[in-house]
C-alpha cells in the first residue's frame, strides 16, 4: 500500500525501518532515499559516518562535522564548507540547521554544493515543547531550550512549528534553484489542548506534525 503526504500526493521516498537511535536513523535514511544516494554523497552534520556503510556499491562518501571521525572538520557557524558549486549528486543535512545563528547563510551553500537534490530534516521545535510540558517539566529544563544556570554544550537557535519550517524549505529553496520533490512529517499527534469552549486550540499541523524530512530537487 503506497504511503501519502498530508496533500495525499503519493510518496516517493518510503521505507519500512524505523529508527531511535543514530545508527539505526542512519540505516533509516539510507533505506528511504537510496534512489538519490547512489552517487556522490555530502553528509554534513556526519556524526560517527554511520550513514557511510549503509550506502549502495559504488557511491563516494564525504561526512562534514565539528571534528573526528569526520572526513572535513568545519565549524559552520564560523567556516564555509569548502566545496565547489555542484560539487556532489546529493546533499544530506539532517538536524543540524537548527543549531546555527548562520542557518539561512549554510542552507544556501547547501543548495550551492549539490548537483541534484538536497535532503533537510529538521525538528519541530514547537510539538517537542508541547510534548514535553504534557509529560511534566517541573524543576527540569527543556532540551535545548529554556534558560539553565550554566551555558549548555549544545542548543538550538530556532524556535518554529512545521508549517513554518516547510514554508521556509520551499520559498527558500525555489531562490536557489530547487523546488520541492517531497516533503512530509516522520512523526505526528499531540496530546489535546482544549479551551473553554471545548475546542483544541493546538489542532493544526504546526503543533501535531513532528521532524520534517524534505527532498529538494533542482530546477
Not at 537510496?34 to 556526519?46: E, F, K, T
Not at 535532503?119 to 508541547?130: E, K, S
Request: hydrophobic fraction near 40%; include cysteine.
Amino acid at each position: 500500500m503506497q504511503r501519502l503526504d498530508p496533500e495525499g500526493t503519493r510518496v516517493k521516498y518510503q521505507t519500512r525501518l524505523t529508527y531511535t537511535d543514530r545508527p539505526t536513523k542512519a540505516a533509516w535514511i539510507a533505506d528511504k532515499y537510496r534512489a538519490i544516494l547512489s552517487g556522490h554523497v555530502l553528509d554534513v552534520g556526519c556524526d560517527q559516518k554511520h550513514l557511510a556503510k549503509h550506502l549502495p556499491a559504488g557511491a563516494r562518501y564525504l561526512g562534514v562535522d565539528m571534528g573526528p571521525p569526520a572526513d572535513v572538520v568545519v565549524n559552520l557557524d564560523r567556516q564555509e564548507l569548502p566545496f565547489e558549486a555542484r560539487s556532489f549528486d546529493t546533499v544530506l543535512c539532517a538536524d543540524v540547521l537548527e543549531h546555527l545563528d548562520r542557518l539561512h547563510d549554510v542552507f544556501d551553500r547547501l543548495c550551492s554544493i549539490a548537483r541534484g537534490h538536497v535532503i533537510i530534516a529538521l525538528p519541530n521545535p514547537l510539538r517537542n515543547m508541547l510534548l514535553a510540558l504534557h509529560e511534566g517539566t517541573k524543576g527540569v529544563a527543556l532540551k535545548y531550550y529554556g534558560l539553565p544556570l550554566e551555558p549548555p554544550p549544545d542548543r538550538h537557535r530556532w524556535f518554529f512549528g512545521y508549517e513554518e519550517a516547510e514554508r521556509f524549505l520551499r520559498e527558500r529553496g525555489r531562490r536557489n534553484g530547487f523546488a520541492v520533490e517531497q516533503v512530509e512529517p516522520e512523526e505526528r499527534g499531540v496530546p489535546a489542548l482544549t479551551n473553554a469552549k471545548g475546542v483544541n486550540v493546538i489542532d493544526s499541523p504546526n503543533a501535531t506534525f513532528g521532524t520534517i524530512w524534505c527532498v529538494l530537487k533542482r530546477d
